[in-house]
């Protein structure tokens, strides 16, 4: 892509033009065949019920358009070498994607099984959307897919994050016009101004209008076309048109625009990289339109089929018993001419072939499409170098956040000639304190600039834009095609990216199964401005739920940690920066925050999960302890702290535990997580009939959900966020959720056996902090002083 201003290999000949149909007729039968055959493949006896499936499953309508995509994307990798993979968004194309892997041979490299002739083909139908056999979407089991088409929305993004800092990429990407319908796409056309021509790829969108959803006309199908023409310019592309019904004529101008739009890709990045220009580009698209089912059934039962709604799934829907559809089956089949697609054997002609690109150059085996073959290990610095000196528990106090960023400047520091690490975030990289990283990259950005931006740099590796959804779309095709990264986001607006970390969760719970496919660095979140300091922004910014959805997807793939201070998150980001294969969700204040344990500490600590900090109790010599305090987060493990010290302080014959939890699956059952605890460790550490008060970060059911089984859980009672929340203090915040350090005391007093009428008066005086706390903070408009003075051990 990086070479000269032009390389056009020229207007197609006629031979060409044939060889290019060829391809896409062998690719259409293929993928007609996929969603109806199960024996015959080649037709070479009349067709049959018995030759087609009991279940009729698949979407015919958006692969004809596929295929042709294919097909031209074949002609330009040969003719040009390129390196090119292409993100394909339509929903359930995979018969498409499929039939040009099987003809290209990267299926059958991939599963030797599946051979390339007529015995190969059978089991390729056979397997299409069948019992034990593959999905319809562009799944993970797809040679060549960085995306499975199943939700829309992220296609575009997707392929953004591809080609960042693959300079030498091509990622042509098909946006089907439903999907051109979402939030997310709409605001993934905004790539183009974060895309450097110098060190990125290329992104060539193919916007496919056939004109149809699943019953109902696309919008952008409809809208006039010089409507349409402002629409893509006022994006910033530079829209080239393709359309027609005439398979001949629709080859020559997808021909054409492929090629214009190669040789303006090409000038782009020549202009960039050789002449040093700094303006922003306007990037080529192509808009494709073709009808919907094109070359299928044009009338079924009286009804038009091709070209509207009726084409999106399957045309001929009672093929086993109706003869009449059987017979339109056979006659469709038979109409891309098989017996000139497919020698004697069954494998692709010469003509189909001629178009086909070799070796790793194919679309089904670019290594950018299994990312982890590409992968290096992140040089994650010594953590000796960043680590906060702690010579007393909470005698100090550090923003966890803050320091945390210094680490990941010497991350971008030390991938700057690589450039495999990217950090994302919407609009709040200084605002969660990581802003140490401007001292090593710039934020990326190729529009304009005015005398008061800073940290703008057309080489930027810092992603900011605000929208959350396409934050998560550069970040995951990112990983996917092999580099590392990490995404910075306020705890409540995660939620907005709640279904696209579900479709990455099962692409990764999916591909450990795939023996081919290569171990991906994990995606890793960074939440913080969290729920308990959102006390300026109020209610609407009071959100800790995200960590509840993550835990209900599949546990070999979902990690969720709360490091209590600075000195553990940095040991858990660490581990989650090296990690592959894994969703990774790090909950961390940006505030200050006490220091409680050291490095070496934070270390054992985080590899244990969960353990008791002994200091901060008074379970000592091996006492058995009369109630367990324990805690997960930071500021639910400062009032956890705060609680032990006014126990020891009113109550000192009462032996108190403190447990603190980092890894919050360590509660749940060893048979139900790879990092959950057998019973008889969980019960060593909570003990199995003891009072446990839980001080917990988030919404206090989940711990109950995640702990419903142990012996202990009738005597298990949470505290956490229970949706009261307001514009206040931070204190107030807690006080509001009863998670305050009185509020616990006075939970020890009422459900330790006996302890209730001994003491009473200490009860009472809590309760009565509480009281003067809400008449304090209505006066001063601050918290009280012994809170806000509060020195742990002081």
């Known amino acids: 892509m990086s070479g000269t201003p032009s390389t056009a290999p020229g207007t197609p000949s006629e031979r060409e033009l044939r060889e290019l149909d060829a391809h896409w007729r062998a690719a259409n039968y293929l993928a007609a065949g996929q969603i109806y055959l199960l024996a015959n493949p080649l037709l070479r006896e009349p067709l049959a019920p018995e030759h087609i499936k009991p279940r009729l499953l698949g979407h015919w309508g958006t692969s004809p358009g596929l295929n042709l995509v294919h097909t031209h994307l074949n002609r330009v990798i040969s003719g040009r070498d390129l390196d090119a993979i292409c993100v394909w968004g339509p929903g359930h194309g995979g018969p498409a994607v499929l039939a040009g892997s099987w003809l290209d041979g990267s299926y059958t490299d991939t599963y030797p099984s599946v051979t390339r002739d007529a015995e190969g083909m059978a089991k390729l139908f056979r397997q299409f959307s069948f019992p034990g056999g593959v999905p319809s979407h562009v799944a993970p089991e797809t040679p060549g897919s960085i995306h499975e088409g199943g939700e829309l929305g992220y296609a575009l993004s997707h392929a953004y994050g591809a080609a960042l800092d693959n300079p030498d990429l091509l990622v042509a990407c098909v946006i089907g016009d439903g999907e051109a319908e979402t939030g997310p796409l709409a605001a993934s056309w905004h790539g183009n101004k974060f895309l450097d021509p110098v060190h990125d790829g290329a992104v060539l969108p193919i916007l496919h209008l056939n004109g149809w959803k699943i019953a109902n006309p696309t919008v952008l199908s409809r809208l006039p076309e010089a409507e349409l023409d402002a629409l893509l310019r006022g994006y910033g592309h530079l829209p080239l048109y393709v359309t027609g019904a005439d398979p001949q004529e629709v080859h020559r101008a997808m021909a054409e625009a492929m090629d214009t739009a190669l040789d303006r890709i090409a000038a782009i990045q020549y202009e960039a990289r050789t002449d040093g ?167 990326a950005w190729q529009a304009a600039t005015l005398p008061t931006d800073e940290h703008l740099a057309h080489d930027g590796r810092v992603m900011e834009i605000l929208s959350e959804h396409t934050c998560q779309g550069w970040l995951e095709g990112y990983l996917l095609t092999g580099r590392h990264g990490l995404f910075s986001c306020y705890e409540a607006f995660v939620h907005i990216v709640d279904s696209m970390v579900n479709q990455h969760i099962k692409w990764l719970r999916t591909t450990r199964q795939i023996p081919w496919r290569a171990p991906i660095a994990s995606l890793n979140y960074l939440l913080t401005s969290h729920v308990w300091r959102q006390d300026h922004n109020g209610f609407s910014h009071q959100d800790p739920g995200f960590v509840d959805h993550v835990l209900n997807k599949s546990p070999e793939a979902v990690r969720v940690y709360f490091p209590p201070d600075t000195n553990t998150l940095l040991a858990t980001a660490d581990h989650v920066l090296r990690s592959r294969d894994y969703v990774n969700v790090v909950v961390a204040g940006k505030q200050p925050c006490f220091d409680w344990l050291t490095l070496d500490q934070a270390r054992a600590h985080c590899a244990r999960g969960a353990g008791i900090w002994e200091w901060a109790g008074t379970d000592h010599g091996g006492l058995e302890p009369d109630v367990v305090l324990a805690c997960a987060g930071d500021v639910p493990t400062q009032e956890v702290i705060a609680a032990a010290e006014l126990l020891r302080r009113h109550l000192p014959d009462l032996v108190v535990r403190v447990v603190n939890v980092v890894d919050i699956a360590r509660l749940m059952p060893a048979e139900e997580h790879p990092h959950g605890m057998p019973d008889t460790e969980f019960d060593a550490l909570f003990t199995r009939d003891k009072p446990v008060i839980f001080a917990y970060h988030g919404y206090p059911w989940l711990i109950h959900r995640l702990a419903y089984r142990r012996t202990v859980h009738p005597h298990l009672h949470v505290r956490g966020y229970k949706e009261s929340g307001t514009t206040t203090t931070p204190f107030d915040m807690v006080v509001r959720n009863d998670l305050d350090r009185y509020r616990l005391v006075m939970d020890v007093i009422d459900r330790v056996p006996g302890l209730g009428v001994r003491a009473a008066t200490v009860r009472q005086q809590m309760a009565d902090q509480r009281l003067r706390h809400h008449d304090w903070i209505r006066e001063h408009g601050t918290d009280l002083p012994e809170i806000t003075d509060w020195i742990p051990g002081s």
């Open 277 to 443: 220009s700094t303006r922003r580009p306007h990037w080529p698209v192509i808009v494709l339109r073709t009808p919907k089912g094109w070359t299928g059934p044009a009338e079924v039962d009286g009804l038009p089929v091709e070209g509207t709604w009726r084409a999106h799934q399957v045309p001929l829907d009672q093929v086993r018993d109706d003869p009449e559809h059987l017979a339109q089956l056979e006659a469709w089949l038979r109409s891309y001419r098989p017996e000139e697609l497919f020698d004697e054997r069954g494998r692709p002609t010469e003509q189909v072939m001629a178009c086909v690109p070799q070796g790793l150059r194919r679309l089904g085996a670019n290594p950018h499409a299994n990312g982890g073959l590409l992968l290096r290990e992140l040089p994650v610095p010594e953590l000796e170098r960043y680590a906060v000196p702690v010579d007393k528990p909470g005698a100090t106090l550090h923003e966890p956040t803050r320091v945390l960023g210094d680490l990941l400047e010497q991350v971008m520091a030390d991938t700057a000639e690589h450039r495999d690490f990217r950090l994302v975030g919407p609009d709040e990289t200084a605002s969660n304190r990581l802003q140490a990283v401007y001292a090593a990259t710039g934020k």
